[in-house]
């Protein structure tokens, strides 16, 4: 499907979001070592699972209200909290404030947003692109997303060490603009008839809650659904690592060396611009590759494709553990990013696929619980490094990777079982 037949709403959202991605970015990836520095690894971790617990909570919240209220309204509230939660981010880590913990705060509170805007996002992608183009449109906005990967940390190795409250304080801005373009120029796509039976009942908050809980009840119930939920969260052990014990691990442990040398002229680099070094060849070969990558899978099954990813991932990663020479590093890294690009544009049409379209919605909320369960559990590796060392915190990542690849396999052996009764 190319570009110029793709609706109104998903070409503005792809400029206006790239935008925001990308001073996102920016600051991102330092805040583990900034956290990690002002608490302590033990408490930075602690915190950082604090943190996601609420994003869950908001994600949930998130799903059940793209249904009920509205794809385009609920982007456009949470793009103005993500700026309001930035500005006052800016603000607490301005000279004149200085503090940790309301930054920390604005950080939570940030997450949150994030995570009812992305049920929203993805449910107005299937609400407006039919079955066979939804993998190509899906890896385009990844592939847009990782461009923001790569030169954000590059401007933010620039602008966020030197200038990180007033950073903060114009992502906030940015964030307004992307509340007031989704409110002046992207209609609502939720399904007229999904509308109306969320409308019909004029219920109280209270009961609101209940019907979401039993709503999510009955996605539970779905048990092929549920094990890929199960088998994401397994393997989210291992990818977000990529933003929360690499930059520690790499800071720590990798000293300064020379990267190439070319005549008298040479380049070093220390931990610090090493991890941006693997965090931009992460995105530089997602924006390259993912669109291709995603063609060619789509030509193999379902299930070996997600296993293979998990067998990459673990891979990539354990090397990872292995090593502090930058070449060995960027390796890993490949190997690594291989492993996400194989099955990252199938993931969500297959959740697609699964889903009824009146619960579209909350199935694409219950679907990112892979992401905010896994992202709730990862920062224990930051204090387990502490506990077991590096090498133990990356082989016990690695042997995750792997069961998540055995998960898999349960999965669509339930699936293909449940499609033969049906």
Not at 7 to 35: G, Q
Not at 37 to 47: C, I, P, R, V
Not at 98 to 124: E, H, K, N, R
Not at 390 to 411: D, K, N, P, Q, R
Request: aromatic residues 16%; glycine residues 8%.
């Amino acid at each position: 499907m190319r570009l110029r037949d793709w609706d109104a709403n998903l070409r503005i959202r792809l400029v206006s979001e790239a935008l925001l991605n990308t001073t996102f970015w920016m600051f991102f990836p330092f805040l583990t070592i900034y956290f990690a520095g002002e608490f302590g690894k033990t408490n930075a971790g602690l915190l950082l699972i604090f943190s996601q617990v609420f994003s869950v909570f908001a994600n949930l919240l998130g799903g059940y209200c793209a249904d009920r209220f509205g794809r385009k309204r609920m982007m456009v509230v949470a793009a103005a909290g993500q700026g309001i939660s930035y500005l006052l981010f800016g603000i607490a880590q301005s000279p004149w404030l200085d503090s940790p913990m309301l930054g920390f705060i604005c950080f939570t509170v940030a997450g949150m947003f994030i995570s009812i805007y992305w049920p929203a996002s993805q449910a107005m992608v299937a609400d407006l692109v039919d079955e066979k183009n939804r993998s190509s449109v899906f890896a385009v906005f990844y592939t847009s997303t990782n461009i923001s990967v790569v030169v954000g940390p590059i401007l933010g190795s620039i602008f966020y060490i030197d200038y990180p409250s007033q950073l903060l304080v114009v992502s906030g801005l940015i964030g307004f603009a992307l509340a007031f373009i989704l409110g002046k120029w992207v209609r609502e796509t939720l399904p007229a008839s999904v509308a109306a039976s969320r409308t019909a009942d004029n219920l109280r908050w209270y009961h609101v809650l209940r019907d979401q809980f039993m709503d999510y009840t009955v996605i539970i119930k779905d048990r092929t659904f549920l094990l890929f939920i199960i088998a994401g969260i397994v393997l989210g052990q291992t990818f977000m690592q990529l933003d929360l014990l690499f930059p520690v691990y790499m800071s720590e442990m990798v000293n300064n060396q020379n990267l190439f040398s070319f005549g008298s002229w040479s380049f070093d680099i220390d931990g610090d611009r090493a991890f941006g070094l693997v965090l931009a060849e992460n995105g530089l070969l997602v924006v390259l590759l993912t669109v291709v990558i995603t063609r060619w899978m789509v030509k193999f099954k379902e299930r070996d494709v997600f296993i293979a990813s998990a067998v990459l991932y673990a891979v990539g990663i354990y090397i990872f553990g292995q090593t502090t020479w930058i070449w060995g590093l960027i390796i890993a890294m490949a190997i690594f990013t291989f492993g996400e690009l194989v099955s990252v544009g199938i993931q969500q049409s297959f959740v697609s696929n699964l889903a009824p379209e009146h619960l579209r919605g909350q199935y694409f909320a219950a679907a990112s619980l892979r992401f905010t369960i896994a992202k709730t559990i990862a920062p224990i590796s930051i204090p387990l490094s502490g506990w077991v060392g590096y090498e133990w915190t990356f082989i016990i990542l690695a042997l995750l990777s792997l069961v998540s690849g055995w998960i898999y396999w349960i999965t669509f052996k339930t699936y293909f079982k449940q499609r033969s009764l049906a």
